[in-house]
């Protein structure tokens, strides 16, 4: 019953901003740990950036600076500011969450970052 919805992908230019938002529905969103992780074309799933119960946070070395992850647990919601951004974000974007000893995901939400 874990369901994780992405939105916000679309086409940008280099140096454009978006912002991903993912809701979650099925656990105590408050209690786990969320994160954001990308696949571009052959390249393995990689993360980019997660958040704690405590909004501590952790970058992929190769978005810090210019992404930023939060939450909003009364809306349930985990959010990817990413600024700056450059041809080599072009990824599908995933939220994710470990619940119960497995990876649950979203669908993906395609970012293509073209001039």
């Known amino acids: 019953q874990v369901h994780l919805v992405e939105s916000g992908g679309g086409l940008v230019q280099p140096g454009g901003s978006l912002r991903l938002s993912c809701k979650a529905s099925?656990?105590?969103?408050?209690?786990?740990?969320m994160a954001w992780y990308r696949q571009a074309p052959g390249k393995q799933r990689e993360p980019v950036a997660t958040?704690?119960?405590?909004?501590?946070?952790t970058y992929a070395e190769s978005v810090k600076d210019r992404f930023v992850i939060s939450r909003d647990n009364v809306r349930r919601t985990v959010s990817l500011q990413m600024n700056s951004l450059e041809i080599e974000d072009t990824a599908v974007y995933y939220c994710n969450v470990n619940y119960s000893g497995r990876p649950y995901w979203g669908r993906g939400t395609q970012v293509t970052v073209s001039s």
């Open positions: 958040i704690t119960t405590s909004s501590s946070t």
């Open positions: 099925g656990i105590n969103f408050k209690l786990y740990t």
